[in-house]
């Protein structure tokens, strides 16, 4: 066995996030009364990655930003409602989703036979909770540690300080972080000196400043990797 401790990005790596995504603005848009087109839905996800942007360089709270996405939002396409509500509507339905990517089940479950596996999630932390406990998954995770409890977020070392600090036995050799994102799982597994696999399902073109010590399109080439 190669890495004994297997640390998962949630969101677009064993959870269909961006689908989730869509069925909470959806939501949204019923219970509020908006038009729910692929017009708005995009005006809503500028606002809400200009938010995060502003929250990942420091300049606002995750509190403040998840109502203000809606405000912005709200105001982008003239109409007055609750962005609070919005909001309330769009984090309830997300904690409710809990759509796996394909064969992250099946992956899980016969990884979880020999290895231990560990959730590493940037993520509202009541959502991230919600959804785990809704999952199939949940049995065969030992711990999640979703970024707002941490106090820190990937990628940084500050985060990982607090991951190894809650596994026995741990060591930068025998542990791996599989995620999708280059920005958070990659460059924190970088930054860190922990091997990493990069799960590219849409076979995005790799950089070349940033360590990729394995690309996988598809879960199950983790089997022959860890
Ligand atoms: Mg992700």
Redo the contacts with the bound molecule.
């Keep these: 066995m190669n890495y004994p401790y297997l640390l998962f990005?949630?969101?677009?790596?064993l959870f269909d996030f961006d689908k989730a995504n869509r069925t909470a603005f959806s939501a949204v848009c019923t219970e509020h009364d908006i038009p729910d087109t692929e017009e708005n839905f995009r005006t809503y996800e500028q606002c809400n990655a200009r938010m995060w942007a502003a929250f990942d360089r420091g300049e606002v709270t995750k509190d403040f930003l998840v109502v203000q996405r809606y405000r912005d939002f709200l105001a982008a396409i003239g109409l007055d409602r609750s962005a609070e509500g919005c909001n309330h509507t769009h984090l309830t339905t997300l904690g409710i989703s809990n759509v796996l990517l394909p064969y992250a089940e099946e992956v899980c479950r016969e990884l979880s036979r020999t290895h231990t596996l560990y959730l590493v999630t940037n993520a509202v932390a009541s959502v991230q909770r919600e959804r785990l406990r809704r999952s199939t998954i949940v049995p065969y995770i030992t711990d999640a540690f979703i970024s707002e409890e941490a106090g820190a977020a990937k990628p940084s070392t500050a985060y990982f300080d607090y991951v190894f600090a809650h596994i026995d036995g741990i060591t930068r050799e025998n542990c791996i972080v599989i995620?999708?994102?280059l920005s958070s799982?990659i460059k924190g597994a970088n930054n860190y000196g922990l091997p990493c696999c990069w799960y590219n399902p849409k076979g995005a073109a790799r950089p070349t400043d940033l360590r990729i010590d394995y690309e996988i399109t598809d879960l199950r080439q983790l089997f022959d990797i860890v």
């Design positions: 990005d949630a969101d677009n790596t995620g999708d994102s799982d």
